[in-house]
């Protein structure tokens, strides 16, 4: 059974439209990524490409020891991802901003899986599509209000570690 080990949440002001996750230990660059995907990955780093209405957002960062439950939840977008935490040690990173560190605990180093959750706030849309070629009007369902707290995004960003990497230990 999956359990919740350490959570983090804080809000972050996305600068050129992307805001990412990254691993302390690796050199952090914009990765060489197909744009027409929400989220940018490199070893170490993950990025969330974010609509040009977005201003602030609000970050859950949930690390699990297994993979978590299904959200039963409406969301604007959805997607998953594996990267490799080399170190272990997280930061939020904007290009303007810098890191700021993520005091969020990991059973270790190693490969991960990432469930990245997004919704927008409809109080403060229509918000547009960041994605290379796209430029639709996304959806805005209801029922996350609280969480996202004035800002103009919430994410959910869920972490486990994948079975390859425990079986190479």
Not at 20 to 34: F, R
Not at 82 to 88: A, F, K
Request: with cysteine; net charge negative; hydrophobic share 40%.
């Amino acid at each position: 059974m999956s359990r919740l080990l350490d959570v983090f949440e804080t809000v972050i002001s996305p600068s050129y439209r992307i805001f990412g996750l990254v691993d302390t230990s690796v050199d952090t660059y914009a990765p060489h990524a197909d744009r027409a995907n929400w989220l940018l990955s490199a070893p170490g780093m993950v990025y969330l490409q974010v609509p040009p209405q977005v201003i602030r957002a609000s970050v859950r960062l949930e690390s699990w020891s297994t993979v978590p439950p299904e959200s039963d939840a409406q969301w604007s977008g959805a997607d998953n991802v594996e990267v490799e935490l080399p170190g272990g040690d997280l930061a939020l990173e904007t290009i303007d901003g810098g890191q700021k560190e993520v005091p969020l605990i990991l059973p270790s180093s190693g490969l991960y899986r990432m469930r990245w959750h997004w919704i927008f706030n409809r109080a403060g849309g229509p918000f547009t599509s960041p994605l290379a070629g796209h430029r639709e009007p996304l959806p805005m369902p209801p029922g996350h209000e609280e969480k996202l707290n004035d800002a103009d995004q919430y994410c959910l960003v869920q972490i486990w570690r994948t079975a390859a990497s425990e079986e190479t230990e």
